[in-house]
């Protein structure tokens, strides 16, 4: 994939999961919104209707007391009748009717001493409805017949109650708050308001009169204006200042646990979606360094086959000079640069398929017993002559008491080699490698130190990945496939035994190899 069309894809991918999580974050902000906006609607409703259950009790409370009053009174101090009336004749049955619509006035005086009001006297009137039918008839004898019947008689009580609440409303002004509501009353109306909204939540509350507190308040009852909703009381009294404070102290709380389940999942989801995503990025992303790194592999595997083969080529066109043939000297030279490029090139051959059988779990490991010192010096020997000719030297330090382990000896001296290769490789002067061995309780550490050119902490992170070599641009000095270190680590993986590295640029590098022993 071309590296702009790479790039534009994540970042078309990340700005559509940005654009998810933004989203999400804006529905679950506005979720919570919503559901603060609706716990305040239904809070102002229940302190509203408190307010004004709070007055119609009272109001109701000394209406019960004059209605029982009034009725008491036999005789009103004056009254009053106004009556309309109209009549209707039907002549075929010599009946004439006659309807009357009448109001009663009665006025009454009461005391005030009644009502705790410093008023000498106060005037009350009640108004009686009464309709009444008449009925009168003329017999054929000339008598006439008069029925009379009443169709309705009723107090008027609307009117009597709206000027009694006047009344109530100048006697009331002057009593103290105290005295007209208490704690409990409130407390059980604001319950009851709660309960038929649906809503649960602890509340405090106060009486304030000028905007200062009266007595008239829960113990713990302090202002909040974020949960705070205040009402005015007994609207109808002209010059009443009286205001109920009522603080809903879990509105939060409330307004949270609305919106929680959703919230939750909708938050699961989208860390789902960012985790999936992460993911595939780094699959791609691996997969693109893998499609890289194996098109450098077939490129760096076809260069070291292209020497190998001119130079066997080479050998084999002086071979069939009539001079090389007469010689055993040249002969043997050109035999031997065959037999050793061969090899060369069916190693890395057998690295490949290696690498290709571990993979599928295709590589049988029978273990046995076998003295790890002895495989030591077994790999030594393979790479001795080579170190020679550099003049650079191997030496063992062997202080484990202790190196039997199980193991497969003919791959676990290819690790050796292996990594005794690759300290001779990256060695740029002379290699000079040092080898320890020591007991760690049940296991046996080997450590293979050279003073080669050591690598990064980033580079150490990824050599044993298979293909993976440092990356030095179009330069080359040191050939190989990166197959080799990740052989060695997926022997050690079968054998149940661990390896590390320890480098630094420009001082060389410790391969640590841990197995465990047996008795």
């Given at each position: 994939m071309n590296k702009k069309l790479f790039v534009l894809l994540i970042a078309l991918m990340s700005l559509s999961l940005l654009g998810i999580v933004f989203v999400q974050g804006y529905w679950i902000s506005n979720a919570y919104e919503t559901k603060a906006e609706q716990f305040t609607i239904n809070s102002k409703q229940v302190v509203l209707s408190v307010a004004q259950e709070i007055q119609l009790r009272e109001n109701e409370a000394y209406?019960?007391?004059?209605s029982a009053y009034v009725d008491s009174i036999q005789t009103p101090d004056s009254q009053s009748f106004t009556e309309l009336a109209y009549r209707i004749q039907n002549k075929a049955t010599n009946e004439t009717y006659i309807f009357t619509d009448g109001i009663?006035?009665?006025?009454?005086?009461?005391?005030?001493?009644?009502?705790?009001?410093?008023?000498?006297?106060?005037?009350?009137?009640?108004?009686?409805?009464?309709?009444?039918?008449?009925?009168?008839?003329?017999?054929?004898?000339?008598?006439?017949?008069?029925?009379?019947?009443?169709?309705?008689?009723?107090?008027?009580?609307?009117?009597?109650?709206?000027?009694?609440?006047?009344?109530?409303?100048?006697?009331?002004?002057?009593?103290?708050?105290?005295?007209?509501?208490?704690?409990?009353?409130?407390?059980?109306?604001?319950?009851?308001?709660?309960?038929?909204?649906?809503?649960?939540?602890?509340?405090?509350?106060?009486i304030f009169n000028n905007n200062l507190e009266t007595k008239v308040r829960s113990k713990n009852f302090k202002f909040n204006p974020e949960s705070t909703y205040i009402v005015p009381l007994f609207v109808n009294e002209n010059q009443s200042n009286y205001e109920l404070y009522v603080n809903f102290s879990e509105k939060e709380k409330l307004v949270l646990n609305s919106i929680l389940g959703m919230a939750i999942l909708s938050l699961v989801f989208t860390a789902v979606i960012i985790l999936a995503y992460s993911s595939a990025i780094s699959q791609i992303y691996k997969q693109r360094?893998?499609?890289?790194?194996?098109?450098?592999?077939?490129?760096?595997?076809?260069h070291e086959f292209k020497t190998p083969i001119a130079t066997i080529n080479l050998a084999l066109d002086s071979l069939k000079n009539p001079k090389v043939k007469d010689?055993?000297?040249f002969l043997d030279r050109y035999l031997g640069m065959i037999r050793d490029e061969n090899r060369r090139m069916n190693a890395q051959v057998e690295n490949v398929l290696r690498i290709s059988k571990l993979e599928k779990n295709e590589l049988d490991l029978p273990k046995e017993r076998v003295d790890l010192q002895d495989i030591i010096e077994d790999s030594i020997s393979h790479v001795s002559l080579i170190v020679e000719d550099k003049g650079g030297y191997i030496n063992t330090h062997f202080g484990a008491?202790?190196?039997?382990?199980?193991?497969?000896?003919?791959?676990?001296?290819n690790v050796i080699v292996n990594i005794l290769d690759n300290a001779?490789?990256?060695?740029?002067?002379?290699?000079?490698?040092?080898?320890?061995?020591?007991?760690?309780?049940?296991?046996?550490i080997l450590k293979i130190r050279d003073q080669g050119m050591g690598m990064?902490?980033?580079?150490?992170?990824?050599?044993?990945?298979?293909?993976?070599?440092?990356?030095?641009?179009?330069?080359?000095?040191?050939?190989?496939?990166?197959?080799?270190?990740?052989?060695?680590?997926?022997?050690?993986?079968?054998?149940?035994?661990?390896?590390?590295?320890?480098?630094?640029?420009?001082?060389?590098?410790?391969?640590?190899l841990k197995l465990h022993l047996i008795s």
């Open positions: 209406y019960q007391v004059y009663l006035e009665q006025d009454y005086k009461l005391s005030s001493g009644f009502f705790d009001s410093e008023m000498d006297s106060i005037q009350f009137r009640k108004l009686t409805s009464r309709k009444t039918r008449t009925k009168i008839s003329e017999g054929i004898d000339g008598t006439t017949t008069t029925e009379t019947r009443v169709e309705s008689f009723s107090r008027m009580k609307d009117y009597e109650r709206k000027q009694f609440e006047d009344f109530v409303s100048n006697v009331t002004a002057m009593v103290p708050i105290y005295k007209r509501v208490n704690e409990k009353e409130i407390s059980e109306l604001i319950a009851k308001e709660l309960k038929e909204r649906g809503l649960k939540s602890k509340f405090e509350f106060a360094q893998i499609s890289q790194i194996k098109s450098d592999f077939i490129n760096n595997m076809t010689n055993k000297e008491l202790r190196s039997t382990v199980l193991a497969n000896e003919s791959h676990l001296t001779i490789k990256y060695s740029e002067e002379q290699p000079k490698i040092d080898i320890y061995s020591e007991n760690v309780k049940n296991s046996v990064s902490k980033a580079v150490q992170k990824k050599i044993f990945e298979k293909f993976y070599r440092e990356h030095t641009g179009d330069i080359h000095n040191v050939k190989g496939h990166g197959l080799g270190l990740a052989y060695v680590k997926r022997i050690l993986d079968d054998h149940d035994a661990e390896i590390y590295v320890e480098s630094e640029k420009g001082k060389g590098s410790t391969f640590i």
